[in-house]
T-cell receptor, first 111, second 118 residues
Framework: QKEVEQNSGPLSVPEGAIASLNCTYS??????FFWYRQYSGKSPELIMS????GDKEDGRFTAQLNKASQYVSLLIRDSQPSDSATYLC???????????FGQGTRLTINP | GAVVSQHPSWVICKSGTSVKIECRSL??????MFWYRQFPKQSLMLMAT?????????EQGVEKDKFLINHASLTLSTLTVTSAHPEDSSFYIC??????????????FGPGTRLTVL
């Protein structure tokens, strides 16, 4: 079992709809959770971080964390073609410096 | 805030030469910097973690004598690819974490350096 798992996709969503990206992790000691966006040929860009159970909203993005079920998700409302990218879920274990990344989900927003 | 730069953005070199890549945190003190490598259509692969003033910690399978990392200050880390070969051609990305105004474990990525070895 991989430490951080994401569906590699591609996930296709029509413009204006809600895109839902999911991530599960295996280490119950994980304490920090991040979503990064990576456009083709570019480096990752931080979208959101979340540390506590529940929802965290930032503009069109909502991160959801459920530590009991060991999953974290990212919702993108009113999806735009510019949201088309690979979304990376990353997890930081307690006391660790380095992040563990999922393999990423490729999202395509169709006009 | 939390801007990380890399230089150069791309480099082409001949086989057998060495290439140095710089990573700078522009508006915060980076207590820890990370170096990643990414091949086309593949995931990020962590190469090493470096703390300011300490020797880098390399991931399993990464040759520390080939990929020299220096983190001499809180704003600068360098990666030197020694005796580069075509198989070292890749996208090298650094990230930094530290005193950026948010949680200290948040990593901010540089724009990456594309290395091509002929």
């Amino acid at each position: 079992q991989k430490e951080v798992e994401q569906n590699s996709g591609p996930l296709s969503v029509p413009e204006g709809a809600i895109a839902s990206l999911n991530c599960t992790y295996s280490d119950r000691g994980s304490q920090s959770f991040f979503w990064y966006r990576q456009y083709s040929g570019k480096s990752p860009e931080l979208i959101m971080s979340i540390y506590s159970n529940g929802d965290k909203e930032d503009g069109r993005f909502t991160a959801q964390l459920n530590k009991a079920s060991q999953y974290v998700s990212l919702l993108i409302r009113d999806s735009q073609p510019s949201d088309s990218a690979t979304y990376l879920c990353a997890v930081n274990r307690r006391g660790a410096q380095k992040l563990v990344f999922g393999q990423g989900t490729r999202l395509t927003i169709n006009p | 805030g939390a801007v990380v730069s890399q230089h150069p953005s791309w480099v082409i070199c001949k086989s057998g030469t060495s290439v140095k890549i710089e990573c700078r945190s522009l508006d915060f003190q980076a207590t820890t910097m990370f170096w990643y490598r990414q091949f086309p259509k593949q995931s990020l692969m962590l190469m090493a973690t470096s703390n300011e003033g300490s020797k880098a910690t390399y991931e399993q399978g990464v040759e520390k004598d080939k990929f020299l990392i220096n983190h001499a200050s809180l704003t600068l880390s360098t990666l030197t690819v020694t005796s580069a070969h075509p198989e070292d051609s890749s996208f090298y990305i650094c990230s930094a974490s530290g005193l950026a105004g948010g949680p200290s474990d948040t990593q901010y990525f540089g724009p990456g350096t594309r290395l091509t070895v002929l």
